[in-house]
């Protein structure tokens, strides 16, 4: 049994810095960023997805070089990967995407019979999982996470991404676990303050809800109980696509081990220390969490 296995498109990206005249080209997907993240912190992991016969036989090298399992991915040859265009603004804090082209959608007949883990991650990316697929995922695993960034999307004919709403929100009564950006909750309920579409989702029976806000940090909410954890501060943004996909792999990874949902949300502040392998920091940062839990305040939420 894996501890998480994550379901959703591989993608290829074409990302656009202001720094650079040329695109980088590289292995995309939250699957991808939340099973790196989650293997860094040895958990074991899994992916199914679909991908086309222009998918790099580098990426799935990569991929299971760093000790992700595979099976359940399906390349169709005669089929194309998902692909996005990102071109990000001057600071880095807007981004528009541009879908270029689209894998077949995951099907109920795509899961392998053998599927069961601790946790699964539903993570599509341009609308490829389905509530049939969502209702047999739940049978597979202790807990079901739900990150819908692609099923609040549309695409024009051009490919520009259109921001909508959840339409099968009865996909939430299947979910232990809810986590997404602030837009795209407020995408997906309908609501337009945050602890409105917080309670929106809780309401539909989901325990934990986290919501990701950029470089202000997450919100975590338990039982309606809600807390706000800053970001680590890092001196230097790159680039931060996959930035929230790491730290619900991440967070996954914590949370499969009994850890607090505290410290599941703390260990992703250091995130960008853990992927440099600087397990030290890590160590002692966990008994700092340990010894005391006052740096945790509940706050009023204004977004």
Known sequence: MFDIISVGHFAIDS???????????????????????????????????????????????????????????????????????????????????????????????????????????????????????????????????????????????????????????????????????LDEIKAATGMSKLELAIKAVHDYGVETVIVTLGMKGVVLSVKETAYEIPAYESKKVVDPTGAGDAFVGGFLAEYVRGESLLWCVWVLRLLPLLLRVLVQLFLEAKQRFTEGHEYFMKREINC
């Open 15 to 181: 990302i656009f810095l202001p720094d650079r005249n040329r695109p980088f080209v590289v292995l995309g997907g939250s699957v991808a960023y939340a099973s790196f993240s989650a293997r860094r912190l040895e958990a074991t992991v899994s992916v199914v997805s679909k991908i086309g016969g222009d998918f790099p036989d580098a990426y799935l090298w990569r991929l299971e070089q760093e000790g992700i399992d595979l099976f359940g991915v399906v390349r169709i040859e005669d089929a194309q990967t998902t692909r996005f265009e990102l071109k990000y603004s001057n600071d880095l804090s807007k981004r528009r995407l541009r879908l270029e082209s689209k894998a077949p959608s995951i099907t109920v007949d795509d899961l392998p019979e053998s599927l069961k883990a601790k946790t699964i991650l539903v993570a599509p990316i341009a609308g490829e999982v389905t509530y049939e697929v969502v209702k047999k995922l739940r049978s597979c695993a202790r807990w079901l996470c739900l990150d819908p960034q692609g099923l609040v999307r549309s695409f024009s004919e051009k490919g520009s991404v259109i921001r909508g709403s959840l339409t099968e929100k009865g996909m939430l009564e299947l979910v232990d676990i809810y986590k997404s950006s």
